[in-house]
């Protein structure tokens, strides 16, 4: 049985930003039966739990991996090179898990899938696809937003 790449916070791993986690019940349903590989790109990447909020600028997660966009938190510090380390570390867990999905937090500017926070820290959303997201899809892992978040 394939196993699914789930975004840590949504297993109750106190990594998100704010230093808390997100669990979700409704998670449990759609990985009930699958080996599940628990990871939190942003703590891979080297950032502390808690930090700042962070953002997409100028395009989203693909942008990002093609060098056009940029991450950055609210008090303007560039954190690009750390969500891509740990987008990269995501890619290296799942690939060594034997992740074909992947289930993540939505509207992450890491795992989103869809659609993602940019809009100068208002909490706007726009089209695309958070770090993470982007390059598991780019290397063939079906990426998905986690249920019930």
């Given at each position: 049985m394939d196993s699914v790449l789930v975004s840590a916070c949504l297993r109750g791993v106190p990594c998100r930003y704010d230093g808390r986690d997100k669990a979700s019940p409704e998670l449990d349903g759609a990985v009930a039966g699958r080996p599940v590989v628990s990871f939190c790109p942003e703590a891979a990447g080297g950032l502390p739990t808690p930090r700042r909020p962070a953002e997409l600028v100028g395009g989203d997660g693909h942008d990002v991996?093609?060098?056009?966009?940029?991450?950055?938190?609210?008090?303007?510090?560039?954190?690009?090179?750390?969500?891509?380390?740990?987008?990269?570390?995501?890619?290296?867990?799942?690939?060594?898990?034997?992740?074909?999905?992947a289930l993540l937090m939505p509207r992450s500017p890491?795992?989103?899938?869809?659609?993602?926070?940019?809009?100068?820290?208002?909490?706007?959303?726009?089209?695309?696809?958070?770090?993470?997201?982007?390059?598991?899809?780019?290397?063939?892992?079906?990426?998905?937003?986690?249920?019930?978040?």
């Open positions: 991996l093609d060098g056009t966009a940029r991450v950055v938190d609210d008090t303007g510090r560039d954190v690009t090179a750390q969500f891509v380390d740990g987008a990269r570390r995501a890619l290296a867990a799942a690939r060594h898990g034997g992740c074909t999905e890491s795992c989103g899938r869809g659609a993602v926070y940019s809009g100068a820290f208002d909490g706007g959303l726009v089209a695309g696809d958070g770090v993470t997201a982007a390059l598991l899809e780019r290397h063939g892992i079906t990426v998905r937003p986690a249920p019930g978040v």
